[in-house]
């Protein structure tokens, strides 16, 4: 296993996509309060979602220069949306953003750290 991500593009690329998401969770659009609210997440804590995916975010980009920076980035990116799996299952709330973001966005992560640390 190495400590710099190789190919350093999925790990860029996830980057990417967790500050489109953290961007949109500033202000969120109707399915992500939508989700937000399914799993009874309350609002005054839905700001630290923002700095959550920001700070993997910013992990996953320093991380290609910086070895074993990206690798736990996406290890914590990867244990968040398991966490939020549990939550939609322990609510009950398996519609399409369950399926659809949720679960894709852990697919993501799991495939980029495959991807990018184990081959």
């Not at 920076?69 to 914590?76: C, L």
């Amino acid at each position: 296993m190495t400590l710099l991500p190789d190919p350093w593009w999925p790990t860029a690329l996830l980057a990417l996509v967790l500050l489109a998401d953290a961007a949109m969770s500033i202000r969120p659009p109707r399915f992500i309060r939508d989700c937000l609210d399914g799993v009874n997440l309350p609002r005054d804590w839905w700001w630290i979602l923002v700095v959550i995916k920001t700070l993997g975010a910013v992990g996953l980009i320093a991380g290609v220069w910086m070895p074993g920076v990206a690798f736990a980035a996406n290890v914590g990116v990867v244990a968040y949306f398991c966490c939020a799996a549990v939550a939609h299952l322990r609510a009950r709330n398996t519609g399409q953003a369950f399926w659809i973001n949720c679960l894709g966005m852990l697919a993501l992560s799991i495939a980029v750290l495959a991807l990018s640390f184990t081959l």
